[in-house]
């Protein structure tokens, strides 16, 4: 049942998604394979890093000279992530293709240099959906829909259709495609995930699916001893869902000792040499290397069967990651950046921003420091209510070197956010507004330089008697997902020599 290498990418553009399902509804399953797959899946707790061990994993195989693309499963029954408020789920992160997406796919996308779309982000909604919609269509000829084989075909379709795009910005295919399966093992909205990749990976065949297990080792404060049970159990239950971890990642404060490795490789049948610790770092950029040290490369495209068949170098190239590194850790000189929000609870709801911030910091030889302004304490209200916050949220915009204003929903804190942009432009401090942050900024200047007072976005006043930022005429006012224009878009100018065009066009030419 193989074919041919080169007839595999025509035979696989030709034959239907219909054709490829399990053996008990009567029709074989494909073995032919142009694509190898690394599953990152985690245990224990969530929050261990699986988005970093993803995209470190992808840029040491991207050393070793490989094509490599990315796709993150989210369980949960969104669509996508544009609804979801921060403090849930951490930043929406918006692709080139105006797709609203988990934040991995931000960290996937500054690791590898790629460029991904909203299908690269699977989630159970929108599988659910497809399927639906195909049964509503007939394309299921009187069958019941059922969960397995209907949901779970439809996860592997939908990996092996995305896995084949190109993200590096040339007409080829990866080589190889980093998944990671959102949340813990055992969770109860993960199971037809896990389901499906189990049969994914005899889908695929030995030697084209590679299963890292990313675990905690924790260390009981009274005892100071690593604690090897969590892993083994969180293992236990791989196993017992129809997966075997052939690489385990062990996340740990500190570097894990031999013993526990030994241990380890003895209960979960993994050899030591697939055993790699990710103990915590100064920088995520450490992480690609304390991979190379461990030879984890070497692991996986052992698994892959990739390792000495002249195929790909021995030795990832990362000395570019090695000085990025060694330089961040030497930085001195800080330079405070204001951050005025409302999510300024969980860093990770403005991520990429501080990402931003921090590749611009490095550039520059600075070391970052951010400082979290909530923007309702800088109300006059504040000044009643909680006088301590207020006298706190001042003081750290007062000693800021530059503002910014990320973008947000809703009119909570946006009064607090015109007096940081009024306090920015009135002392001559960089401010810099995204979004809504830009809509502060038009509103500010309005308010106080052109003394329209009641100058407003037709967001937060719909009936605002000056409206000097509106609502997008394209834009619904009935829906919330998927609405709002979004992405990487050529903009025309009807006027060439207004201040917008004119400011856009030194970007333009570089």
Not at 96 to 123: H, S
Not at 165 to 170: A, F, I, L, R
Not at 396 to 401: E, Q
Not at 446 to 458: E, G
């Amino acid at each position: 049942f193989s074919e041919p290498p080169k007839k595999a990418a025509a035979a696989r553009a030709s034959q239907p998604a219909s054709a490829v399902t399990d053996r008990r509804f009567g029709k074989l399953p494909r073995v032919y394979v142009d694509m190898k797959y690394v599953l990152v899946t985690g245990g224990v707790v969530s929050g261990l890093g699986k988005g970093v061990t993803a995209s470190s994993i992808g840029v040491l195989l991207k050393a070793c000279g490989l094509r490599v693309t990315s796709i993150k499963i989210d369980p949960y029954l969104n669509t996508d992530a544009g609804t979801m408020s921060p403090f849930e789920h951490g930043e929406v992160f918006v692709l080139d293709d105006g797709g609203e997406v988990d934040l991995d796919l931000g960290n996937y996308e500054r690791f590898l240099d790629i460029k991904l779309t909203r299908d690269n982000n699977i989630t159970t909604g929108k599988i659910y959906q497809a399927v639906i919609n195909k049964e509503r269509k007939g394309d299921y000829l009187g069958k019941t829909v059922q969960v397995v084989p209907h949901i779970t075909d439809e996860i592997q379709d939908w990996i092996e259709r995305v896995a084949m795009n190109p993200v590096d910005g040339t007409d080829k295919p990866a080589d190889v495609c980093v998944i990671e399966l959102g949340g813990t093992i055992g969770d109860i909205e993960s199971m037809p995930f896990i389901e499906a990749l189990g049969q994914f990976s005899y889908r695929v065949g030995p030697g084209n699916f590679c299963l890292v297990h990313v675990s905690l080792v924790p260390v009981l404060t009274v005892v100071g001893e690593q604690k090897t049970k969590p892993t083994q159990h969180s293992v236990r239950g791989l196993r017992g869902l129809g997966l075997m971890p052939d690489i385990l990642a062990c996340r740990s404060t500190q570097p894990l000792e031999e013993n526990v490795k030994l241990k380890l490789s003895q209960f979960c049948q993994v050899p030591v040499s697939n055993i790699v610790n990710l103990h915590d770092v100064t920088n995520i950029w450490h992480i690609p290397l304390l991979l190379r040290d461990q030879r984890a490369h070497e692991a996986i495209l052992k698994v892959l069967g990739l390792w000495c068949v002249g195929k790909v170098p021995q030795e990832p190239k990362l000395s570019e990651w090695t000085e990025r590194a060694s330089r961040f850790d030497k930085l001195k000189s800080p330079v405070r950046i204001a951050m005025v929000g409302k999510y300024t609870g969980i860093s990770d709801s403005y991520l990429s921003i501080l990402k931003a911030l921090l590749h611009a910091s490095v550039a520059l030889d600075r070391k970052l420091v951010v400082d979290w302004v909530p923007s309702c304490d800088l109300e006059d209200s504040a000044a009643v209510e909680t006088p301590d916050a207020y006298e706190k949220a001042w003081g750290l915009l007062k000693g800021a070197n530059g503002v910014l204003v990320p973008g947000g929903f809703g009119d909570r804190g946006v009064q607090g956010k015109i007096l940081a942009a009024k306090h920015a432009r009135e002392n001559n401090v960089p401010y810099l507004g995204i979004c809504l942050g830009m809509q502060i900024a038009v509103i500010e200047y309005a308010r106080s330089v052109m003394k329209l007072r009641d100058a407003n976005s037709t967001e937060f006043d719909p009936a605002a008697k000056t409206p000097c930022v509106i609502f997008m005429p394209e834009g619904s006012k009935t829906h919330m997902g998927a609405t709002m224009r979004l992405g990487s878009r050529r903009t025309f100018f009807q006027v060439n020599n207004c201040k917008s065009a004119k400011l856009c066009m030194p970007m333009l030419t570089m």
